[in-house]
């Protein structure tokens, strides 16, 4: 009897505790419900108002028990105890996430909810407050300098979702539903009108979730979308073996780690690897991108595989123009970040991929290389041309098992080369796989083409090309800066400890003590953790601080040398870009700098990984006479002009298409 007494009191203790939470949760939800107006300037309820009732795309029909009653107990009873069985992990991520970071735990997105209302959709911020509020996270410049630590860890593990519950909570969403579209996703929202998924509850995971094996294109994730209306609405029982189908499916899911898609484009496919993206970044590229209803026979499509876009848009868009030109369609398989715009603006069709570039996961690389064959699969392209170490490897595998044309550039070794190692062990056979029998293998320099010939890694299908180029137009000659005591030398280039950021700061330390007006400028964005010793640098007066800048030229046009001290390079652009302006070099003495510069007449070099070296060469600059700085950047231009011309790229890309002079 006693115990029996213990347990019912412990019973109302628990039904106490459960009632108290239900009536604060309710209080807050109402409290905090979204405001009035924000369905203010909808255009989807505009445009409803203006089509006549009989529509096919505004038929209503009398919800079943299950959608009216019981499927929003479930989903506010289930919302409930989730949350307070989660709270501890709640407050746990909260206060990582201001401690990393101080400001608002959680952000906002709106989303078009039932009968295509507005509602706001809940998320743990992941972003940096410092982050510019008016620009989209794909048009940021390396938007991955703006999330925080904690950030890349939730957004790593979905956890960034999990307020959502509080908006299943709110009524807001289900747990099984169509995934709600962005406010101004109007190509989905369209096609779901069709199929009146858009008079439904939007869901946590859907029945399109579940079933993305294949490539979902925005009709397509209507369209099952459409089925999970249809059988919501024909009984409580279709519509509970529905849900119960999707609920149970999503776990099926994330145990295979094939990952919930989450927003309303379907791009990102499940067989392409389980490459995940955020909702509005896929709405946008599928936006961008225009209707893809392209040629089926493949007798146009080129493919450029690489791991940033800026290995295209900054060095290889004269050949992408020019294939444009030429009447190629051309499509662009890359990390998803700056320059989306213009690149799509040209006309080209692109495709975001996951690429760690330093990562040596294995299951994370056989995603690649699955993502790559479906690609190939898909766009049936006349050649894939691939740059750098990731693309090259896992796409020349790709193209074999597909049988489509691959052409390599191999436009460095790469750290893990350069340094030897375990990782060297691991990628020179992975290069002799994936270069094994491609159609051509590029080279940038004889240092790294002696290497793969060394290893075995080619054959006789390589040629050697003047790097990237450089676009002499673009690039044009700027006359010499005024004579001055303070000497502007600028580094341009991500920062890092292989571009020799330590060994820059060092040596702008020493040259300051005997020259303390000569200026250290650097331009670039953080490869490695380097924010706190560039910010010390700053406030100590070492050096000048700008983030990465889509033009660089300007900045070349005011500095009198350009410093490189890279460790190693396939062909350092930089140092083409400020030779064509008609700047002195001064770069380390390494393959892929050596070549950009002659000794004494139009550059200097100095040791690699040396803080002294660099420093006795900056001195050497300094000390050399107004006249001969001058003199040395009009035959820097001279030989860009000779050797370097980008053009020449271009043609052996063209002659690298099966059938182009035909």
Known sequence: MENSGKKKNKLIKVLLFLAASYIGLDYLAKKKEDSKDIDDNNQYLEEAKTKHKSSKFLISQDETLYVSVIKPLIGRFGALIALILLSPLFAAISFAIYIDDPGPIFFTQKRVGKNKHFFSLHKFR?????????????????????????G????????????QLWDIWRGKIAFCGPRPALWNQDDLVAERDKYHANDILPGLSGLAQINGRDELEICEKARIDGIYAKALRKSSISGFIMDAKCF????????KSEGVVEGGTGEMEKNMGSMEYDSEL???????????????????????ICNHVIGIYNFRLEIVERMLDEGYEVHICCPALEHIDEVIGLGCVFHPITIDRHGMNPFEDIKIYQHYKKLFKQIKPLVVFGLTIKPNIYGGVAAKRVGVPFVANVTGLGTSIEDGGLKAKIIVPLYKFGLKNVQKVFFQNEANLEFMRKNGIVGDNYELLPGSGVNLSKHTFEEYPEDTDKLLFTTIGRVMKDKGTDELLEAAKIVKKSYPDV??????????????????????GIIEYIPQQADIHPFM???????????????????LEAAATGRVILASNIPGCRETFDEGITGYGFEAKSAESLAETVIKFIETSYEKKVEMGKKARIKMEQNFNREICVEKYLHEIPGYFN
């Open 126 to 150: 992941s972003m940096k407050m410092s982050t510019p509020h008016d620009v989209p996270t794909h048009q940021l410049s390396n938007p991955d300098q703006y999330i925080t630590r904690v």
């Open 248 to 255: 149970f499916g999503t776990f099926s899911s994330v145990l």
């Open 519 to 540: 200026r250290f400028r650097m331009i670039g964005f953080f490869d490695d953790d380097y924010e706190e010793k560039i910010d010390a640098a700053v406030n100590e």
């Open 282 to 304: 896929k709405a946008y590229i599928d936006c961008k991108n225009g209707v893809r209803n392209r040629s089926i026979d493949g007798d146009n499509r080129v493919l450029f």
């Open 557 to 575: 046009k005011e500095t009198h040398a350009v410093i490189h001290p890279s460790y190693h390079e396939g062909m350092s652009n930089v140092c």
């Open 152 to 163: 890349a860890f939730l957004r790593k593990s979905s956890l960034d979702e999990l307020p």
